[in-house]
């Protein structure tokens, strides 16, 4: 079954961001662009690869996985992690997590520490200068 997203760029960059929970205005921030230019990159039916690439970058993808990307891919993973059948009290979730949660929000913390260490030497320089 052909579906409109199937080549349409524009489309899987919006159907995307929206899995991502992002609204436009934060990709427009992300890209350092307007809220109308998002706009029209997601009714392109095309666009230019290095675009594509920023836009993957924002969004935390692949270019490749924007191209690939297909509604078909997320309902057939959405049904192989859920059990909905009648019989169980609820879906069956497949929670193997390959990493420890615990650790990355150590890992953020300490990103964002370090940036704010990196803003008051900066700033701190800025006020030594004048």
Do not use: W
């Not at 995307?16 to 029209?40: D, H, N, P, Y």
Request: proline residues 2%.
């Amino acid at each position: 079954m052909e579906t409109p997203t199937r080549n349409h760029i524009g489309r899987k960059i919006s159907y995307i961001r929206e899995l991502r929970g992002m609204k436009q205005e934060a990709l427009a921030t992300a890209l350092g662009i307007s809220q109308q230019a998002v706009s029209i990159i997601e009714n392109s039916e095309k666009i230019e690869d290095d675009r594509l690439r920023e836009v993957a970058n924002a969004l935390g993808v692949t270019a490749e996985a924007i191209k690939n990307f297909s509604e078909e891919a997320v309902f057939n993973n959405t049904q192989n992690n859920y059990d909905g059948s009648i019989i169980h009290n609820g879906p069956t979730v497949n929670h193997n997590c390959t990493f420890n949660p615990l650790d990355k929000v150590v890992e953020l913390y300490e990103r964002l520490l370090q940036s704010e260490k990196e803003k008051v030497n900066y700033l701190e320089q800025l006020l030594k200068s004048k």
